[in-house]
């Protein structure tokens, strides 16, 4: 992916306009929440979506210290690309059997482990490198993905771990969990996984262990559940200006800005008469003569699909709806018999600020959370970026590639709640 300093010559067919100045005004909110802990802003999937390289500068600019991925290869680019600063960790713990363990501990990674096949193949691969490694011990204390079992499963890895830190492959840096249900403030389970997570820490370090940094909690967990904080907050969506719990508080609610903004230029405006079909299967009919606009973004930029008829968009300084299905690169709106110039703006989602539709807004018209509303955007589609001054552009990637809100740490709020949401 390349980065250049120059605005467009040419209008975009579509951008998403990404504003480092929120995501760094962001971090800082989340820093606040979480005054005794470190905090890692996750760029994983690209920093969802907004880009990975920028973002994590952006993040460290704001006082974040450590940043997390998914899988090992996008942590090695992030070291080989972003320029960071040899005192910022980055954390990735998504590993199959094979993967470029010796890679990472060449790159100064933290790798987590959740069971003894990675401990073995972390081990050959430190002795190859001639390197100690930097690892991290993930203990399922809950969620049912990865992470170690408690029990016996535990204290074999913690044992070993132990075994081959004394033998001096290896550094034991981090102690860490993951929450399933964070963002229902009062489900029984976050109380039932802080507990079992302090019964685990506390056994490992009974036998010697002397990690960096132990943590636990994910976006909701920063901003719901202080006693969650330990010694570093892993924030992911939130960074991004996004709430993880829609249901108990907005962005705003939280102190949260949107980062993404995602716009096109209206290709076509024309007048049609009633009993027009409008886009596969002819799911919209219009009622009488009207215009459409047509928008050129479809599913193959990541617009849902399954928002067909109802994900909205700002045009004309109205909200119009999805007419008809969402094809693989265009949809139309009804203008309701506007007349509109071909060039104008289209405004997906944004933060809302001048009556445009939210991620969230679109989240709702799909059926789906607003995580992945931002993180499916795809590479058609070229990122701006957009600095703290008004309008000023700092970059583009080209087409290739505060205090916990009150009353939400209660067992009364959010109960039932059977939307799953929970995420970084």
Request: with cysteine; proline share 6%; net charge negative.
């Amino acid at each position: 992916m390349n980065e250049t300093a120059t605005q467009p010559t040419a209008p975009l067919r579509a951008r998403a306009e990404i504003d480092l100045g929120a995501l760094r005004a962001n971090v800082r909110t989340l820093r606040a929440l979480a005054p005794g802990a470190a905090l890692m802003a996750v760029v994983k999937s690209d920093a969802y979506g907004h880009g990975a390289v920028p973002c994590a500068r952006a993040a460290v600019e704001a006082g974040a210290t450590w940043l997390g991925t998914a899988t090992p290869e996008e942590a090695l680019d992030l070291r080989a690309r972003a320029g960071l600063p040899d005192s910022v960790r980055i954390m990735c713990w998504l590993w199959t059997p094979g993967g470029p363990w010796r890679e990472a501990i060449e790159a100064d990674l933290d790798v987590s482990v959740s069971g003894m096949w990675a401990l073995e193949e972390v081990v050959a691969a430190a002795r190859a490198a001639g390197l100690p490694a930097r690892v991290q011990l993930k203990a399922d204390t809950g969620l049912g993905r990865n992470g170690c079992q408690p029990g016996d499963d535990w204290a074999e890895l913690v044992g070993g771990a132990l075994r081959v830190e004394a033998d001096g492959l290896l550094r034991i840096t981090g102690l860490w969990s993951h929450l399933a249900c964070a963002d229902e403030p009062g489900h029984p389970s976050i109380d039932a996984q802080l507990a079992l997570f302090r019964e685990m820490v506390a056994y490992a370090e009974e036998r010697g262990v002397r990690a960096e940094v132990r943590h636990i909690a994910n976006s909701p967990a920063t901003l719901t559940r202080s006693d969650s904080h330990f010694d570093l907050v892993r924030t992911g969506i939130a960074v991004y200006g996004i709430s993880p719990s829609p249901e108990v508080g907005s962005s705003a609610d939280f102190g949260l800005r949107p980062v993404m903004s995602l716009k096109a230029s209206v290709a076509l405006v024309k007048q049609v008469p009633g009993g027009h079909g409008v886009s596969y299967g002819h799911h919209y009919v219009t009622p009488g003569v009207t215009t459409l606009g047509l928008i050129p973004v479809g599913y193959a930029d990541g617009i849902p699909r399954h928002a067909s008829g109802t994900g909205p968009v700002l045009v004309g300084g109205k909200w119009r709806t999805v007419a008809g299905r969402v094809a693989m690169d265009q949809f139309v709106v009804d203008l309701g018999g506007d007349e509109l110039e071909a060039g104008a703006e289209a405004v997906l989602f944004g933060a809302g600020d001048h009556g445009e539709p939210t991620a969230e807004d679109w989240a709702q018209a799909a059926g789906t959370i607003a995580y992945e509303i931002v993180t499916r955007i795809g590479t058609r589609v070229p990122r701006v970026y957009v600095n703290e001054g008004v309008g000023e552009i700092a970059e583009i990637v080209p087409e290739v590639v505060g205090e916990v809100i009150p009353g939400y740490e209660g067992d009364d709020v959010a109960q039932g709640c059977d939307v799953k949401r929970s995420g970084t």
